[in-house]
């Protein structure tokens, strides 16, 4: 009896029938082949994905720097304008000075104008 048991175990060995019938391995294998291919689909669509969301994160860092500039070209212009405020107030003190003098130098020359139209009066009082 021992040997033929072992006989049986060898023939079915043989046989590839280890409990599993030929229809029930082409079912598994045509499952495997359906899961196979839809493991190759979702990488598919993994692949684009990471390329989308590495395009979009370029994106967003090109942003960022575009933003960084705007910036910094926002404080550079807010400089400049600070220092073009202080001048035009400079230069409005500065006008001032200068009315202010003209108006001095006007008032001597019609004090010159008139004092020599009195020495005249005066003159041919005398």
């Known amino acids: 009896m021992e040997g033929e048991t072992d006989t049986d175990d060898d023939q079915s060995s043989?046989?590839?029938d280890d409990g599993i019938s030929y229809q029930e391995l082409c079912q598994t294998v045509v499952q495997i082949g359906k899961e196979n291919?839809?493991?190759k689909k979702e990488k598919?669509?993994?692949e684009d994905?990471?390329?989308n969301l590495r395009k979009e994160l370029d994106d967003e860092r090109k942003k960022e720097a575009n933003t960084s500039n705007l910036k910094k070209e926002n404080v550079r212009l807010v400089v400049?304008?600070?220092l073009l405020e202080k001048q035009v107030k400079?230069?409005?003190a500065r006008s001032s000075d200068l009315n202010a003098k003209l108006e001095?130098?006007?008032k001597t020359v019609r004090m010159l104008t008139g004092s020599k139209e009195l020495d005249k009066i005066l003159s041919l009082g005398r």
Do not use: M, P, S
Request: hydrophobic fraction near 45%; glycine fraction near 4%; include cysteine.
């Open 37 to 39: 291919l839809c493991l």
């Open 14 to 16: 043989a046989d590839g």
């Open 49 to 51: 994905t990471v390329i």
């Open 104 to 106: 001095h130098h006007y």
């Open 90 to 92: 400079n230069e409005k």
């Open 44 to 46: 598919i669509w993994l």
């Open 80 to 82: 400049q304008i600070e």
